[in-house]
């Protein structure tokens, strides 16, 4: 307990200097200043200074909010700048790639004109082994039919309805119907939420609103390649 004493002892020295120290300090200050009146006197005078310096207090804290409120603002009208600026990013990303998919499109267009037009190229890449070259060239021609028409359902250019009535039309045609029987089971395999599923799903839909039921017929087989499922 010993430290506990000297501790206490400590904290009464200490206090007790502090008061010797603060009248020392009160009787050098009157002193100079003169008597106690005399110092009254200047401390009434000094809070009249003191509400000089309140009123200043005050005017330097409505400038700081307004300070505070001005570069809120900046900060907002910024915020909104870099939003527009990641729309026309996200705008122009999106048109890169649509012009990506056109060019990809033209080339696949091409490919398929030259197997059409040479029937030797049928031996390179075939997806409809074992039919005539006439058969072949009408089923290259559906399946460019149906990727331009899931080309514009993919950009937006037609909404489900107008594709389906599009679809009711093009598998009245026989041609078509071997085409879809050729490539029924590559196109089925499909992932059912992307949008080759759901345009899958919209012509097994026309097929059985026209009537079709199975659509399987002469010319039918499996079917599987790039040019089928394009």
Known sequence: MAWLATAGAGVALVGAASVVISGWLIDGVERVNGDRQTASERSVLGDYFGAVSAVFSGLALLLLVTTLLFQQRELQLQRRELALQREELVASRSEL???????????????????????????????????????????????????????????????????????RDIVRSPAFRRYWAASRSLKASLPPDSDEGRMFRLFERAIAETGGGDPSGPGAGAGSGAGAGA
């Open 97 to 167: 790639r649509r012009s990506a998919a056109a060019d990809l499109r033209g080339l696949h267009v091409q490919l398929t004109q030259m197997q059409m037009d040479d029937p030797s190229l049928t031996e390179v890449w075939n997806d409809f082994p074992g039919q005539p070259h006439s058969v072949i060239k009408q089923h290259l021609y559906a399946n460019l039919t149906y990727s331009h028409l899931l080309l514009a359902f993919q950009w937006g250019d037609r909404s489900e309805d107008d594709l389906l009535r599009e679809a």
